[in-house]
Structure formats: structure tokens, C-alpha cells
């Protein structure tokens, strides 16, 4: 018999995996599709020699995870790279608020009236960082805060609304890449805690940056199954399960799927009925024919670039996407062009380009007119550069992984008191009404990411029934 038996070789499930392995318990890992990753994988999906991320592609939460930071990935493969800005934020008139590595370099961007308070704003977590995202990343964990001090302080300007953090600033360069950097996580702007969501991709940036992973985000994957496979563990790909008996014996399951998906697979009943899915996403992957052509030089420089461009914008688009209906018509994109610093991704000369919008959760329409537009306003002549795109609606997400109900990326809506109290009210989120059975997926604190941390917290709490039992 096995000592624990892993569903889904996504981030958190196969993260959970090493962290059972490497303390000596036996583990096996079911995986449906035919390689690992889950939403951490690379492809390609246009034309050969042009190799996409189908889901996330800058890992701002990966570099920073306390989880991956102290696993030795990098033996396995995994090498991050740096582009010269971690994340521009575009205007029509040719200029650019950016988030880079220096707190000053992106305090002047914002120009002189908001410089100050930025810099205001996140001196107080800077030098604490790495204790203060172990803390907020492992809650909510039997031990006790590291420093409950200033996690405190974060939480009182975390927990509201961004909408007022966004009344600390008076131009729009600072509140527009602000509220971008909210909307990274598909919440309405005056959802609660979203100035913490804010505040954390903002801060990651400061401490390590918004990396890509050379050769795409499968390096990540493969590192983690790799390093399982060192510590004795299995992984078993092309194998859905579709009931606990579909698995061998074990003395702990433990599921990197949503909570709908695992009470229907461990006959839980209505245990997570009251679960909320959230928006989904629109998401293009081009094959282009050399750089995009940016009117701004900061966004031919950055890793990442969102386009709003203000926050009212944004507000407007994630409300649409959020109440259903209709999509956005000029919707919120985050982009990602991995070639500023990665040239293998595609042959010399071309480049890979992803770009998505939200939309609301089932959206069967196409987005790809409107996103185009947007992208046309901020890199007139894009559409002449693209030589192949690949297109996914919420409908074709949910396809490639399970996991994205409705097109919802974040396995779970983060808004409200979802954003922390997920997947139900409870002080053991990852624990289930069956005593051998644990959920670890995205839908699981700290939420969505490519990070590992939720399979890293959950795999604590397997351990402990290992222990018991």
C-alpha cells in the first residue's frame, strides 16, 4: 500500500508529492493528460519552433515561492531569466509607468506628485519580504506568524478595498499600473483585500523580479517531477480518474483538482455546493514575425505589459467580465512576450506572444477583434507581425485542464472572502469530510499561482494524518 496518492500533476499537486517523498513516504502521481504541468506547461500550439505557455508564463510568485525556494529546481533544469523590466504599463500617448527592480526607478515613473507615496507605501515590507511572504503564503498553518508585527501592518493596508489605496495617488500613471496589477487576479477593484493583491506583485517584483523560465513554464514541471523521481516517487501520465477506486490503496488522496471535481470523485456530496467560480479568460498565442512593436521603449524592454490604460478603464472591464453577458469591448490585457530574454522559444528572428482578456465565466464568443484593437492602440501594425495565433475561450481552457471551470484560471472566483477563506469557512482548508482525503489545488490558500504553496501547505497536513495513522 501506498502511503499517499496524488491526483493532478499540476504545481501544487506534484509540489505536495516531493514534499511527502523527500520525508520518506511512498507517493504516486495521476496525471489525465499526457504530460505533467497543468497550468504550467509549454507547447506548440502554432507553428513548429514556436514554443508557447498555454496558461501562465511569468512567474513573479514562482521565484518568490517559499516552497520552490527551497527545493533544489535549479538541479533539475529550472533556470529563471530576467528581463530588463519586469512590467510596463503603456499609455496612448506613447509613454509608460513601469514596475521594475528599483522602488526608485518605478517611483519616477509615476512622476513627482505619487513618487513619494509609493515609495511610502512599500518601504515598510521591503527589507522583510521573504519573513512576510511565508507568512501570508502559509496561512492559514498551524505555527504561529514569524513576524505578527508586520503582518499586521500589511494587513491594514491590504485588506481594503484597492479602490482606496487608489485615493493615495493623484495621477493616473501610478493608479492606472496599480489597478493593473490588481486585476492580475481577476477581482473587482473594490473587492475586499485586493490592495494586498496588489501590494504582493508589487513587492515580488522589488524582492526578485518577474522571471520567465528559459524554454517556458514545462522547465517548472519537469524540475518538480524530476525531483520527486530522485526521492523515490512515481508519476503516471494519460491516466483519468474518474472514482477513488480508479486509484491503488493508500493511506492518504490528496487532489490538485477544483472542489467540484473532487467531491464528485470522492462522493462527497454537497460538501463544496456553495462554492463560487469566478471569470474566465480569452486568451491568444501568437507566433509573431519579430518583436512588437511598442510605441513605448519601456514595454519593448519588460517581460510583461498590461494594457488598460487607466484605472477606470480596468474597473469597467473587469465589472463587465464579472457580472456576465457580455465581454468587455475594450478589455483588460496582461501580456507576456518571453523572447526579451528568452531566445529559445521561437526561431531566429520570431518571436512568442501571449496575450488574454477576461470575460465572463462560460463566455463562448470570440474575443480575438477586440483584443487586437487594444493591442493596435499601444503597437500600431501588430496584426502585420502575427504569421499563426492559437485562440482559447473559456470552453477550450476548461478542455486543456479541468481544473479551469467556466475559464476561471484561478479554480475558484477570489472574490469577497474567497479570496482567503477558500474553498469554505474552515481553520483546515485542505482536510475534506473523508478522513484520507485532501485537497491542495489553486482553490486552496493562498489561492491562485504558479507558486506551490497551497501543495506545500496541504502536504503538511498530510503528513500529520500519515503520522496519526
Not at 505578527?148 to 487608489?166: E, Y
Not at 496584426?383 to 481544473?403: F, H, I, K, M, W
Request: net charge neutral; charged share 20%.
Amino acid at each position: 500500500m501506498l502511503d499517499a496518492v496524488v491526483v493532478g500533476a499540476g504545481p501544487n499537486g506534484l509540489t505536495a508529492a516531493v514534499e511527502l517523498a523527500r520525508r520518506g513516504f511512498s507517493v504516486a502521481v495521476f496525471e489525465a493528460k499526457e504530460t505533467v504541468g497543468g497550468g504550467a506547461r509549454t507547447e506548440e500550439l502554432t507553428l513548429p519552433g514556436f514554443r508557447h505557455d498555454p496558461c501562465s508564463a511569468a512567474h513573479p510568485l514562482g521565484i518568490n515561492s517559499p516552497a520552490f525556494r527551497a527545493l533544489p529546481l535549479e538541479r533539475h533544469g529550472l533556470e529563471w531569466l530576467q528581463p530588463e523590466l519586469p512590467m510596463a504599463h503603456p499609455f496612448p500617448d506613447g509613454t509608460a509607468a513601469v514596475l521594475a527592480r528599483s522602488v526608485a526607478e518605478t517611483a519616477a515613473s509615476f512622476g513627482p506628485r505619487d513618487a513619494g507615496t509609493y515609495r511610502r507605501l512599500v518601504a515598510p515590507f521591503l527589507d522583510k519580504w521573504d519573513t512576510l511572504a511565508k507568512d501570508f503564503m502559509s496561512l492559514p498553518a498551524t505555527a504561529l506568524p514569524r513576524d505578527p508585527v508586520t503582518l499586521a501592518r500589511f494587513g491594514l493596508v491590504g485588506l481594503p478595498p484597492s479602490t482606496w489605496l487608489l485615493r493615495r495617488f493623484r495621477e493616473e500613471r501610478a493608479k492606472g499600473l496599480f489597478a493593473g496589477l490588481v486585476a492580475h487576479v481577476m477581482a473587482p477593484l473594490g473587492g475586499f483585500a485586493t490592495s494586498a493583491v496588489g501590494l504582493v506583485f508589487a513587492l515580488a517584483a522589488h524582492a526578485r523580479g518577474w522571471p520567465v523560465a528559459r524554454g517556458g513554464s514545462q522547465a517548472i514541471s519537469d524540475a518538480l517531477a524530476g525531483l520527486l523521481t530522485e526521492h523515490g516517487g512515481t508519476v503516471h501520465t494519460d491516466y483519468e480518474v474518474k472514482r477513488l477506486d480508479d486509484l491503488p490503496p493508500a493511506r492518504a488522496y490528496v487532489f490538485d483538482t477544483s472542489p467540484t471535481a473532487l467531491a464528485r470523485i470522492a462522493d462527497l456530496g454537497r460538501t463544496y455546493e456553495n462554492y463560487r467560480y469566478g471569470p474566465g479568460v480569452f486568451k491568444i498565442d501568437y507566433a509573431l514575425d519579430g518583436p512588437v512593436p511598442w510605441t513605448a521603449r519601456e514595454a519593448r524592454l519588460a517581460g510583461t505589459v498590461q494594457i488598460g490604460p487607466t484605472s477606470a478603464d480596468i474597473g469597467t472591464a473587469l465589472h463587465a467580465a464579472s457580472r456576465g453577458g457580455h465581454a468587455p469591448e475594450a478589455p483588460f490585457l496582461i501580456t507576456v512576450q518571453p523572447g526579451v530574454v528568452d531566445p529559445t522559444r521561437a526561431p531566429e528572428g520570431k518571436q512568442v506572444f501571449w496575450a488574454y482578456g477576461h470575460v465572463p465565466h462560460g463566455f463562448t464568443g470570440d474575443l480575438t477583434d477586440a483584443i487586437e484593437r487594444q493591442l493596435e492602440r499601444f503597437a500600431p501594425g501588430f496584426r502585420d507581425r502575427v504569421l499563426a495565433r492559437a485562440t482559447a475561450g473559456p470552453p477550450e481552457l476548461a478542455v486543456r485542464n479541468a481544473n479551469y471551470v467556466g475559464g476561471d484560471i484561478a479554480t475558484g472566483s477570489v472574490a469577497g472572502l474567497q479570496l482567503l477563506l477558500r474553498p469554505k469557512l474552515s481553520l483546515f482548508p485542505y482536510a475534506t469530510p473523508h478522513p484520507a482525503v485532501f485537497l491542495c489545488s489553486s482553490a486552496t490558500p493562498p489561492g491562485p499561482g504558479v507558486h506551490g504553496m497551497s501543495g506545500h501547505n496541504a502536504a503538511k497536513a498530510v503528513w500529520r494524518h500519515l503520522r496519526r495513522t
